[in-house]
């Protein structure tokens, strides 16, 4: 199988002759940083042609060198949105940017972090007065309609839409602040509302442009949101299910009526709870499946209940095995995943967020190698890899 028979595959719930790879998306690429320790360990200094092509400007992950992802043996290669409305500032010894939305992201060490908010007064008259980013701005997407064009035509690899950056309520979150929108999804539910549909109408605006530009091309989109933490939800299920949810679903209709790409959904956190409602309203893939958080511990438990109507990126944890593991330990956690995630399709192997520079690069090597050693294995094998003392 190519990489793109075997996406299609996958995404059928059908076996395939290995389980899939990624990395080099938002929210799963490798800190700047932690390039250049890879680019150093591997004797490979061409790499760092792109160790200044930022990929996520607040997370500081970088563009990966194409020989790097052939070398992991990724099979996808992402389509990655341009930054705009970006105004870099520095004040004193404080740097940082002011996005397309009016959120302030200041520098935090190696990090770039929210620092202020726009939408302060909460008020009817600030929303109609807020100078909102334009979702027809050509340069979002210029240059990426080429750039699909040859990746259909001259490679057989997984054609990715990266996301715009943010998500509905994530944006929402910013523009406000975390504290005071979710006072106004409690006790302000009209702003909350209008809030939240002003941001939906320009996402969808920006997504049909982008479609336009790739979508003959991709085969998967990647939306991105956050709605948990390492133990609970951000918010209770019927907030969310009365406030949220039904903004997702038309989002997420939306771009199932513009493209026939699978939609990638990403959040972080405990969101078990969740994952019937995330089903319901049309994602094809969960991402990042972070098992060091609540109720995502057992992946095998998550395919037996979920693995006929959804498939799985990620798994591979970052916050707590690949820092701390040794390549022998990380090794039998990729078999485990393969095992537990990979039957009859369904899974994408990948980090389950950014690779940062506390992760030993030889473990993020071991990581992709077991990836393709070990990604068309049986059940038995693999199983025997991974309880083997």
């Given at each position: 199988?190519?990489?793109?028979?075997?996406?299609?595959?996958?995404?059928?719930?059908?076996?395939?002759?290995?389980?899939?790879?990624?990395?080099?998306?938002?929210?799963?690429?490798?800190?700047?940083?932690?390039?250049?320790?890879?680019?150093?360990?591997?004797?490979?200094?061409?790499?760092?042609?792109?160790?200044?092509?930022?990929?996520?400007?607040?997370?500081?992950s970088?563009?990966?060198?194409?020989?790097?992802?052939?070398?992991?043996?990724?099979d996808?290669?992402?389509?990655?949105?341009?930054?705009?409305?970006?105004?870099?500032?520095?004040?004193?010894?404080?740097?940082?940017?002011?996005?397309?939305?009016?959120?302030?992201?200041?520098?935090?060490?190696?990090?770039?972090?929210?620092?202020?908010m726009?939408?302060k007064?909460?008020?009817?008259?600030?929303?109609?007065?807020?100078?909102?980013?334009?979702?027809?701005?050509?340069?979002?997407?210029?240059?990426?309609?080429?750039?699909?064009?040859?990746?259909?035509?001259?490679t057989?690899?997984?054609?990715?839409?990266?996301?715009?950056?943010g998500?509905?309520?994530?944006?929402?979150?910013?523009?406000?602040?975390?504290?005071?929108?979710?006072?106004?999804?409690?006790?302000?539910?009209?702003?909350?509302?209008?809030?939240?549909?002003?941001?939906?109408?320009?996402?969808?605006?920006?997504?049909?442009?982008?479609?336009?530009?790739?979508?003959?091309?991709?085969?998967?989109?990647?939306?991105?949101?956050?709605?948990?933490?390492?133990?609970?939800?951000?918010?209770?299920?019927?907030?969310?299910?009365?406030?949220?949810?039904?903004?997702?679903?038309?989002?997420?209709?939306?771009?199932?009526?513009?493209?026939?790409?699978?939609?990638?959904?990403?959040?972080?956190?405990?969101?078990?709870?969740?994952?019937?409602?995330?089903?319901?309203?049309?994602?094809?893939?969960?991402?990042?499946?972070?098992?060091?958080?609540?109720?995502?511990?057992?992946?095998?438990?998550?395919?037996?209940?979920?693995?006929?109507?959804?498939?799985?990126?990620?798994?591979?944890?970052?916050?707590?095995?690949?820092?701390?593991?040794?390549?022998?330990?990380?090794?039998?956690?990729?078999?485990?995943?393969?095992?537990?995630?990979?039957?009859?399709?369904?899974?994408?192997?990948?980090?389950?967020?950014n690779?940062?520079?506390?992760?030993?690069?030889?473990?993020?090597?071991?990581?992709?190698?077991?990836?393709?050693?070990y990604?068309?294995?049986?059940?038995?094998?693999?199983?025997?890899?991974?309880?083997?003392?």
């Amino acid at each position: 199988m190519n990489s793109r028979e075997r996406f299609n595959t996958a995404m059928n719930h059908e076996p395939t002759d290995r389980v899939l790879i990624d990395m080099g998306k938002q929210v799963g690429s490798l800190h700047k940083f932690e390039y250049q320790r890879l680019y150093e360990y591997l004797g490979k200094p061409e790499w760092m042609q792109n160790h200044d092509v930022i990929l996520d400007r607040m997370a500081q992950s970088i563009v990966p060198d194409e020989e790097l992802l052939q070398k992991f043996g990724v099979d996808f290669r992402w389509l990655i949105p341009n930054w705009v409305g970006i105004k870099p500032f520095e004040r004193g010894e404080r740097t940082g940017y002011i996005d397309m939305w009016g959120t302030t992201f200041g520098k935090m060490k190696d990090y770039f972090a929210l620092t202020d908010m726009p939408l302060k007064e909460g008020t009817m008259e600030e929303l109609e007065d807020h100078p909102w980013p334009d979702p027809d701005d050509p340069g979002m997407f210029a240059g990426l309609r080429e750039q699909a064009r040859k990746l259909h035509e001259e490679t057989d690899y997984v054609i990715g839409a990266d996301g715009i950056k943010g998500g509905i309520l994530q944006t929402c979150l910013w523009l406000r602040g975390y504290d005071k929108f979710f006072l106004d999804l409690a006790m302000n539910k009209e702003y909350a509302d209008t809030l939240l549909d002003k941001v939906l109408d320009l996402y969808c605006r920006m997504y049909t442009n982008y479609f336009k530009e790739v979508g003959e091309y991709a085969q998967i989109v990647y939306i991105t949101d956050d709605l948990g933490t390492q133990v609970s939800l951000l918010m209770s299920p019927q907030m969310f299910r009365e406030q949220v949810k039904p903004k997702f679903k038309a989002f997420n209709d939306h771009l199932k009526a513009h493209s026939d790409a699978k939609i990638m959904f990403h959040s972080d956190g405990a969101i078990d709870p969740l994952l019937d409602d995330l089903v319901e309203i049309g994602v094809d893939i969960l991402n990042p499946v972070q098992t060091s958080t609540r109720g995502l511990e057992d992946t095998l438990a998550l395919k037996q209940k979920y693995g006929d109507r959804l498939s799985f990126h990620g798994a591979i944890d970052v916050q707590q095995v690949m820092p701390n593991a040794t390549v022998a330990e990380i090794k039998k956690e990729v078999a485990r995943r393969i095992h537990d995630l990979g039957t009859n399709g369904g899974y994408i192997l990948a980090p389950c967020h950014n690779v940062g520079h506390d992760i030993p690069v030889e473990n993020v090597v071991a990581l992709f190698e077991a990836a393709q050693e070990y990604g068309g294995l049986d059940q038995a094998a693999l199983k025997k890899i991974f309880e083997d003392s």
